[in-house]
């Protein structure tokens, strides 16, 4: 089942989506967590047929959700440039993932700045160097160029390009936060030993409410910059195929060795 077919299970106008996450998008016992980070947005973005451009969500990974879930969401608060949504997604073990989503309208501003790096990106995929992960892991329904992680390679950032199989028709904003959080955890890269890690949270930040990319092709880049006593934090940010930064990040890894 691709993106679509599961963001396709949701009825506006609904309270509650019962929602099916087909063990083809597990990581482990869980949900990758890129899906369940856009079946929270699906479910707040349904609240009402007006809102704003998303531009930020706090993301927190509460515990593992997998197979049938209930999705909610409520409108927070609703001002005259802003609404505020909170999503949660409840699975058998309680509640698995709780967001609060920030639509905005775009108001003309004096400041106009950008102090991201533009890094020399490496060639866009092709056919022939494109691969995928196996069938019954999340990666399964993506395309990359290389294996996604060694073990030993001594580094603090990871930076891949990567884009859905089947991305034809995808809402680009729901497209961006699900393939945002492809990327292992950057800390593995330091990492030496083989051992268990997990994402707690998410903050992201959307800079344009019109993202697009050349034939799905989006670049994510990780960089940890502080990873001790058992966690790691990192920044991430995905580039479209022209190199101009869409989405920001920043992520609390847990670190179980």
């Not at 309270?15 to 996450?21: D, G, L, P």
């Not at 395309?143 to 996604?148: G, L």
């Not at 961006?176 to 707690?200: F, H, Q, R």
Request: glycine share 8%; proline share 7%.
């Amino acid at each position: 089942m691709n993106l679509a077919s599961i963001l396709a299970q949701f009825e506006p106008g609904a309270a509650t989506h019962s929602i099916a996450i087909p063990p083809t998008w597990h990581q482990g016992r869980t949900s990758y967590g890129g899906l369940s980070s856009v079946l929270a947005y699906q479910a707040a973005k349904l609240t009402s047929e007006d809102l704003p451009p998303l531009q930020s969500a706090q993301i927190a990974f509460v515990g593992p959700l997998a197979n049938q879930v209930e999705v909610t969401a409520k409108v927070l608060r609703r001002g005259k440039n802003t609404a505020f949504v909170k999503s949660e997604i409840v699975g058998s073990d309680g509640v698995g993932l709780s967001c609060t989503f920030i639509f905005m309208n775009r108001r003309h501003s004096h400041l106009d700045y950008e102090g991201l790096p533009r890094p020399k990106l490496p060639l866009v995929p092709t056919p022939d160097t494109a691969r995928s992960g196996p069938p019954e892991f999340f990666t399964g329904n993506m395309q990359y160029p290389d294996k996604r992680l060694e073990l030993g390679m001594a580094t603090n950032r990871l930076a891949s390009w990567h884009r859905f199989t089947e991305h034809d028709g995808l809402d680009h904003i729901a497209e961006l936060i699900c393939i945002g959080d492809a990327l292992p955890p950057s800390a593995m890269g330091l990492m030496t030993e083989k051992g268990m890690v997990s994402s707690m949270n998410w903050q992201i930040n959307m800079l344009t409410d019109a993202p697009a990319t050349k034939d799905g092709w989006w670049y994510l880049t990780s960089e940890t910059h502080h990873a001790a006593n058992g966690a790691s934090s990192q920044y991430m940010t995905t580039y479209n195929s022209e190199g101009v930064p869409v989405l920001t990040g920043m992520q609390s890894v847990a670190i179980f060795v």
